[in-house]
């Protein structure tokens, strides 16, 4: 289990680990040394509001990792790891509202993908040695407006507006990515459906890649790439990703 969640109350951010019935606040990061001590306190989920498990200072994505994926936009599949950032601001939490940009994007696109969640600095770091510095995995929707995408040369626009970035609900330290399925539902109806096995690049060669590129800091999320089945989100929405063994990461979406 251990799974580690943040959630607000009474306007102040606080550490908590997911248990039966509840969140059980810890008293430090998680990320800061040391196992955190967990309270007597179990606070109901419903009486919280979750925030973005995580602090990063930067959200690095992989693009056509899934070789389906890319066939259905017309890319080749490539050779090595296509990477883009998202800005930390374009996180959201759990139960979040994705905002529509009316007037700028008439096609925002769906992309459930696997998080992971790094521990501790990393750079030039082995294949062999990078689970090492995983803390663990999370949910991810690389919300992107697929028009402003192919319109322009960079991803920043399509993939960086406000709320693109809904991660959650918590980040599992147990997980253990093999070959879980992550399945995409919108309204209820089925879109993505993938498993892990599919990964052109497989998470220790994507972190040790991007670590000899920059260096990545505690708490920064690699997105491992979207399955085939992408496709549109209207206002009124509700999107739902789902990896087995972790959880669902449920939004909606509205102008
Ligand atoms: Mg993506």
């Known amino acids: ?19 039966d019935g509840g ?22 989920l419903e ?58 994007s008439t096609l925002v696109h769906h992309e459930g993908e696997l998080a992971v969640v790094i521990g501790r600095t990393t750079k030039n770091v082995s294949e062999a040695a990078a689970l090492d510095h995983v803390f ?19 991803f920043t626009r399509g993939k960086g507006f406000d709320t693109f970035c809904p991660v959650g609900p918590w980040v599992d330290t147990d997980f253990r990515p093999v070959d879980q399925r992550l399945t995409v539902t919108v309204n209820g109806e089925l879109r993505q459906d993938g498993h892990f096995a599919q990964l052109i690049f497989p998470i220790p060669m994507l972190i040790a890649w991007i ?3 920059m260096t990545l800091e505690r ?17 009124g929405d509700r999107v739902e990703v789902t990896i087995e063994g972790l959880g669902t990461l449920t939004n909606t979406v509205d102008a």
């Open 1 to 19: 289990m251990p799974r580690y969640c943040r959630f607000t109350v009474f306007g102040k951010h606080r550490w908590g680990l997911v248990v």
């Open 23 to 44: 969140i059980q606040p810890v008293d430090d990061s998680p990320f800061d040394g040391g196992v955190p001590r967990p309270s007597g306190e179990v606070i109901p």
């Open 47 to 104: 009486a919280v509001r979750l925030d973005v498990p995580t602090t990063a200072t930067k959200i690095v994505c992989v693009g056509r990792n899934y070789a389906d994926h890319a066939k259905e936009l017309g890319n080749e599949v490539p050779t090595e790891p296509l990477i883009f950032l998202k800005p930390p601001s374009a996180l959201l939490p759990h139960e979040g509202v994705i905002r529509y940009p009316v007037g700028q």
């Open 136 to 154: 663990g995995y999370a949910i991810l929707n690389d919300v992107t407006a697929r028009d402003l995408q192919r319109k322009d040369v960079q």
């Open 211 to 213: 670590s000899r590129v």
């Open 219 to 235: 708490g920064d999320i690699i997105a491992t790439g979207t399955p085939a089945g992408v496709g549109p989100l209207v206002v």
